[in-house]
């Protein structure tokens, strides 16, 4: 049972830090600069964005290393 809430929270704050990550790089495009006046929901728009790539991003890392670990206990 341990194990589970350790995989969990360590799920949760892969998650976090690729969204955060994501939002970060999303930031440093300047968006509002490709806009003569940017809409006013251009900050939602971007987070959205964010927790949308980035959810994806850190499924694959886990499911990635998730396989990782299945293949290697295999081989012992």
């Given amino acids: 049972m341990e194990y589970q809430g350790t995989s969990s929270l360590i799920n949760l704050l892969v998650q976090v830090g690729f ?26 728009v971007l987070v959205l964005v964010a927790v949308a790539v980035g959810s994806g991003c850190a499924n694959f890392f886990i499911g990635f290393f998730t396989v990782l670990r299945g293949a290697l206990g295999m081989l012992n």
């Fill in 19 to 44: 969204i955060f990550i994501t939002l970060w790089g999303l930031k440093t495009l300047n968006l509002e600069r490709a806009f003569r006046r940017p809409p006013q929901s251009l900050p939602l």
